[in-house]
């Protein structure tokens, strides 16, 4: 049984690698971010290695989440099962899309939206317990900061736009904070074998 659950593991975690590298496509295609040449092959404008990035990231974040339980005694999510898994994943690929569509003109709407969208996102599995907070900051902070050695490392660039900070988007931990419940639904339940 250990065995099938690490194997819908691994099979959820392609799945949102491919689902969230879309998210990765529209940065790309809004010019709101650029990989050098040297990262190819490319995959519809994206490196190769995008989707097993985000799919590992997703693998590894499930596999911590028994630790993270415990550090921030959380209690399960409100909504929880193969449904409720569906709708959170497209919740964050809508957040991540709206990260490249919604007008960098405007950066304080932008990020409003978008921290709205969290919200919403947060309320509606009963996550605004302090330790969800917690776990979904955690995971933000974790994230940004991968990203901000990535960044360094030349592997990518976030083109110029008013929401950068020392490189990142602002916007960018909302994308993540979404990834953490979207990973917390999954290891409550949404894989079905819990």
């Given amino acids: 049984m250990k065995c099938l659950v690490k194997l819908k593991t691994a099979v959820f975690s392609m799945v949102a690698g491919f689902v969230f590298s879309i998210g990765d496509m529209a940065h790309i295609h809004s010019g709101m971010a650029r990989y050098p040449n040297?990262?190819?092959p490319f995959f519809?404008?994206?490196p190769w290695w995008i989707p097993l990035e985000f799919?590992?990231?997703a693998f590894l974040l499930i596999q911590v989440h028994p630790i993270q339980e415990k550090i921030f005694r959380l209690t399960p999510p409100r909504n929880t099962g193969s449904a409720a898994l569906v709708a959170s994943l497209f919740w964050t690929l809508a957040i991540y899309l709206g990260t490249?569509?919604?007008p960098e003109s405007h950066p304080i709407l932008k990020n409003a939206s978008l921290?709205?969208?969290l919200a919403a996102q947060i309320a509606y599995f009963g996550m605004s317990h302090p330790g969800s907070l917690l776990e979904i900051l955690s995971v933000a902070i974790c994230g940004c900061g991968f990203e901000f050695l990535l960044g360094q490392m030349n592997f990518f660039t976030y083109l110029p736009s008013p929401s950068l900070v020392a490189t990142i988007p602002v916007w960018l931990w909302c994308v993540y904070g979404s990834?953490?419940?979207t990973a917390r639904v999954y290891s409550a339940g949404g894989s079905g074998l819990q």
């Fill in 179 to 181: 990834v953490a419940i």
């Fill in 38 to 40: 040297w990262q190819g």
């Fill in 115 to 117: 921290l709205l969208a």
């Fill in 44 to 46: 519809f404008n994206i």
């Fill in 100 to 102: 490249s569509f919604l």
């Fill in 55 to 57: 799919a590992c990231a």
